[in-house]
C-alpha cells in the first residue's frame, strides 16, 4: 500500500512539475517575443540603416529599451575599416557631448553624500580660478547659466587645431586666464562645454583622485559596465575601439580623435554596457531614487525663467511626449541617447561615421516602436499671427524700404532682399533663403523658423525692425556699409595680442581688402559691416569691433565667435616705437 501510494504521489508531484516547466517556457516564450522587433519593425530598420551595409562602411551601433528589457540590440557597418572588423555589441565608442550626463551624475552621488552642495561657489574647490563680480555655483556649471566662455572657442582663437593633442589642463590654463564672463551667471542659458570640465575637475579636487577613476570605482564598476571609461590618457589603449571616419569623395577617411578632455566629452563605451546605465535610472543599483530624480530636473535662471537643460541632458516634447535626450559630435563620433519616462523606453545610436545623425535615426527609431501607443501625429506649426490677418502681398514700393541688413546680434545680422516681387531673409553664416511671408504690410512671418519680423517703417528706408522668438523681442537697425576707402584700411593694419589667451595675430591690407593671419590658422579676410565693425567667414573670428583711443587711433579690437560662445575677447594693438 505504502509503495503504491508513493508511486501516485510521484507521478502526481512529476505532472505538477512539468505542468509548471510547460508554463514558464510559455511565459519565457512570450516574454522572449515581446522584448525583439516584430518582422515589420526589424524590416522597417534595416532599411532605415541600409546605408551602413555596404561593403567597407562605417557604422552604428543600435539600442532599444523599454521596462528594462532590450528590445534590439543590433549592428551596422565596420568599427575598422582597414582590418575589416565588423561592429558589435562590446564595440566601444567615443560619445561626445553625451558624456556630460555621467559628469553630472558624478556631482549629484556627490552632493547626496554630502560633499557638495549645488548651491556652493565653484572657487571653493578650484584653486588659482578668477573671481568674477558674481559668484558661479555649482548648478551654474550644470545648468550652463555660468556665463563662461567655450573652451573649443577658445582653443581655436589661441591657435589649436583638431590635430593637436588637447589634453583638461591646457583649457584649465586657458580658462584660468579669462578676465570676464560672457554674462552675469543665472541670467542666461548658453551651453559651454567649459562647464562640464570644471565639473570634472571639482570631483577630482574633492575625491583627491582622477575622474577616470572615481568614475570607475563608483560608477562603471558597481553597475559593471566594463566597457567604459573616461578617455584621460591619448595612448592608452581601448580595446573593440570602433574608429572615427567621414566620407571622402567616393569613400572614407580617417577623422582623427586627439582629446583628452574629460567631463564635457571623453567617455567611451558600447551598446551592451548603456543597458545597464539606462536600467539605473528606473531601478538605481548606483545612487537613489532622489538621486535619479535630481538627475532629470531642469534648471532655471535668477528671474525665475525655466530652462530646458538637467543634469547633462536636455529636455523636450517629441508627438506630445516628454523626451529627454543628450546628443554628441567629436571627430567622426555621433552618439545620442533618448530616453522617453512615461513609455520607459529609450533608443541608443552610437556612430564612428561624422556623417551619421544620430538624433534623427532615434526618432525614427521611436516612430516604428512607438506609433501605436502614446504619440501623436506631428505638430502642425500654427502662424504667430491669426490666420485672419493674413494678406497675400504687399505694395512693392513698401517692400523696397524693408530690402537691406539688420544687426539681430553682435554677430548675426539678417539681410532681407526681394526675389520676384517677395522678400526673403538670410542670416550670418547661413545658407538659407527663407521666405518673409506677409501677414500686414508692415508685419511678417519667417514660418520655417516661427520668427516674426516687424518693420518701422519711417522714411524711405526701415531703420529698424523688430525680431521675435518664443516670446521674446529684439530690436535690430538697420546696417550701412561702411563703403570704406581704400586708402584708410591703413590704419586697421599691425600687430595685435590678447594675454586672455596669450596669442599675436597680425592685421595686414592685401590689395582692397584686410587680412587677419596667425601663426598656426588660415588666413581670414574680413568684410566690413559699419565704421570699425568687420565680420569673417571663420566660425571662431565670427564678429569684430575696433576700438579707438580720444586721438581717433585704433588701439585694438574685440571678437565674438559664432552663436557668441565666446564674447568680447580683447586684442590690444601693439604699438612699435621707433628710438
Excluded at 505542468?19 to 526589424?42: G, H, I
Excluded at 525663467?305 to 567629436?330: E, M, V
Amino acid at each position: 500500500m505504502r509503495l503504491f501510494e508513493t508511486l501516485l504521489l510521484t507521478t502526481f508531484l512529476g505532472i505538477i512539475l512539468l505542468a509548471c516547466a510547460n508554463n514558464k517556457k510559455a511565459f519565457n516564450k512570450d516574454a522572449d517575443q515581446a522584448t525583439r522587433p516584430s518582422n515589420k519593425q526589424e524590416i522597417q530598420i534595416d532599411s532605415l540603416f541600409s546605408s551602413f551595409t555596404k561593403d567597407g562602411s562605417p557604422g552604428v551601433a543600435i539600442l532599444v529599451m523599454r521596462n528594462d528589457s532590450v528590445l534590439l540590440l543590433k549592428n551596422y557597418g565596420l568599427a575598422n575599416l582597414e582590418y575589416g572588423i565588423a561592429i558589435d555589441s562590446t564595440s566601444t565608442f567615443h560619445i561626445a557631448s553625451v558624456s556630460k550626463q555621467f559628469t553630472a551624475f558624478a556631482i549629484a552621488l556627490l552632493a547626496e553624500q554630502g560633499k557638495l552642495s549645488l548651491k556652493d561657489n565653484i572657487n571653493l574647490y578650484l584653486d588659482s580660478f578668477p573671481q568674477y563680480q558674481a559668484p558661479i555655483t555649482i548648478q551654474n556649471l550644470i545648468s550652463h547659466t555660468s556665463g563662461l566662455r567655450e573652451q573649443l572657442d577658445l582653443m581655436a582663437l589661441a591657435g589649436y587645431r583638431s590635430e593637436d593633442v588637447i589634453s583638461s589642463e591646457r583649457i584649465m590654463r586657458l580658462i584660468r586666464n579669462q578676465k570676464r564672463l560672457n554674462f552675469e551667471p543665472g541670467t542666461e542659458f548658453q551651453y559651454s562645454n567649459t562647464n562640464y570640465t570644471l565639473l570634472a575637475k571639482i570631483v577630482e579636487n574633492i575625491t583627491h583622485e582622477s575622474f577616470s577613476s572615481w568614475t570607475n570605482k563608483n560608477i562603471f564598476a558597481p553597475l559593471q559596465m566594463h566597457n567604459t571609461f573616461f578617455y584621460d590618457d591619448f595612448e592608452k589603449i581601448v580595446k573593440s575601439r570602433s574608429y572615427s571616419y567621414q566620407h571622402f569623395q567616393d569613400s572614407f577617411r580617417k577623422s582623427t580623435l586627439n582629446y583628452e578632455i574629460i567631463g564635457s566629452t571623453g567617455l567611451f563605451t558600447s551598446t551592451t554596457d548603456l543597458i545597464k546605465w539606462i536600467g539605473n535610472f528606473d531601478k538605481p543599483v548606483v545612487g537613489n531614487r532622489e538621486t535619479l530624480l535630481l538627475m532629470n530636473r531642469t534648471g532655471e535662471l535668477k528671474d525665475g525663467h525655466k530652462i530646458s537643460y538637467a543634469f547633462g541632458q536636455d529636455t523636450k516634447k517629441y508627438r506630445g511626449l516628454s523626451l529627454i535626450y543628450h546628443p554628441g559630435a567629436d571627430a567622426g563620433y555621433r552618439a545620442y541617447i533618448g530616453r522617453f519616462p512615461s513609455e520607459k523606453f529609450s533608443v541608443t545610436i552610437l556612430s564612428n561615421l561624422a556623417s551619421t545623425n544620430a538624433e534623427e535615426l532615434s526618432m525614427r527609431i521611436a516612430d516604428i516602436y512607438l506609433f501605436k501607443g502614446n504619440f501623436l501625429k506631428p505638430d502642425i506649426s500654427k502662424p504667430l499671427i491669426a490666420e485672419k490677418n493674413k494678406i497675400s502681398r504687399v505694395d512693392d514700393a513698401v517692400v523696397e524700404r524693408y530690402v537691406g541688413s539688420y544687426q539681430i546680434y553682435p554677430n548675426i545680422a539678417l539681410t532681407i532682399k526681394l526675389d520676384s516681387n517677395q522678400l526673403t531673409g538670410q542670416f550670418t553664416g547661413k545658407k538659407t533663403w527663407h521666405l518673409l511671408r506677409p501677414v500686414s504690410d508692415r508685419n511678417f512671418i519667417i514660418d520655417a523658423l516661427q520668427v516674426e519680423i516687424g518693420f518701422k517703417n519711417t522714411g524711405e528706408k526701415a531703420e529698424e525692425l523688430t525680431f521675435s522668438k518664443d516670446g521674446k523681442i529684439t530690436s535690430a537697425n538697420r546696417i550701412y556699409s561702411s563703403n570704406l576707402d581704400t586708402k584708410n584700411l591703413q590704419q586697421y593694419t599691425g600687430k595685435y595680442f590678447s594675454d586672455e589667451i596669450s596669442t599675436y595675430c597680425s592685421i595686414t591690407k592685401v590689395g582692397n581688402n584686410l587680412i587677419v593671419g596667425q601663426l598656426r590658422n588660415n588666413d581670414i579676410t574680413l568684410n566690413p559691416l559699419e565704421k570699425d565693425h568687420f565680420e569673417t567667414s571663420a566660425w571662431y573670428f565670427k564678429n569684430i569691433m575696433f576700438s579707438r583711443n580720444t586721438d581717433n587711433q585704433i588701439t585694438g579690437f574685440e571678437i565674438n565667435t559664432d552663436k557668441e560662445r565666446v564674447r568680447k575677447l580683447s586684442f590690444k594693438k601693439i604699438v612699435i616705437i621707433n628710438l
